[in-house]
């Protein structure tokens, strides 16, 4: 069945670095991808969504591209910030522009410092 | 996107009781769902909440455990019944259909649940 694959935690980080969390995939369809951040003691808020292949989804500085050919999702921050220290879901909607389910990795916690 | 509330927004409850949960939108919504966040672990989705009709559970959920509520198109309800320590997680609605494509789903704040 279709899954998501992320990078483990957790990601320790010094203020300014640049950010790298790895995610791939496996899908049977043509799958919608997404982002999702959850900051301590909150819910989830979407960060950003790809729904083809080479769409670039960003937002606060943070990207990823939809990579068919190597089926991944990798999400990317030039200069991190304390305050983007949260666990960070790569997740996928099986089929683009349905109405489906979301299917989530394992979340990927990144603690920056100052 | 549409605001989501749910409450109880945390409780703490006895082995053997239940508790319902409910989820409210400021708009009329399509779809909503219902996920279990179990501690330090990934969300894994419990059930589709459909609107007049039963909701759809995803394989390892059952009715009688997780009963859930659809009166109308902004409001839904679950409810953990004869709860043991192994309920205890975050639990989220999620709703598509506010603005964000039909494959877009935001999420409420949760519902931390502890039992005893």
């Known amino acids: 069945g279709d899954s998501v694959t992320q990078m483990e935690g957790p990601v320790t980080l010094s203020e300014e670095a640049f950010l790298t969390i790895n995610c791939t995939y496996t899908?049977?369809?043509?799958?919608?991808l997404f982002w999702y951040v959850q900051y301590p003691g909150e819910g989830l808020q979407l960060l950003l969504k790809?729904?083809?292949?080479?769409d670039k989804g960003s937002n606060k500085g943070f990207e990823a591209t939809y990579r068919k050919e190597t089926t991944s999702f990798h999400l990317e921050k030039g200069s991190v910030q304390v305050s983007d220290s949260a666990v960070y879901f790569c997740?996928?909607?099986?089929?683009?522009?349905?109405?489906?389910?979301?299917?989530f990795g394992a979340g990927t916690r990144l603690a920056v410092h100052p | 996107s549409a605001v989501i509330s749910q409450k109880p927004s945390r409780d703490i409850c006895q082995r053997g009781t239940s508790l319902t949960i409910q989820c409210q939108v400021d708009s009329q919504v399509t779809m909503m769902f219902w996920y279990r966040q179990q501690p330090g672990q990934s969300l894994t989705l419990i059930a589709t909440?459909?609107?007049?009709?039963?909701?759809?559970?995803e394989s390892g959920f059952v009715i009688d455990k997780f009963p859930i509520s659809r009166p109308n198109l902004t409001f839904s309800t679950l409810t953990v019944s004869n709860m043991s320590p192994e309920d205890s997680s975050i639990y989220l609605c999620?709703?598509?259909?506010?603005?964000?494509?039909?494959?877009?789903?935001?999420f409420g704040p949760g519902t931390r649940l502890t039992v005893l």
């Open positions: 999620s709703v598509i259909g506010s603005g964000g494509g039909t494959d877009t789903q935001y």
């Open positions: 790809a729904t083809k292949a080479d």
């Open positions: 909440a459909n609107q007049g009709s039963e909701a759809t559970y």
């Open positions: 997740a996928l909607s099986p089929f683009s522009g349905g109405y489906n389910k979301l299917i």
């Open positions: 899908a049977t369809g043509y799958p919608s």
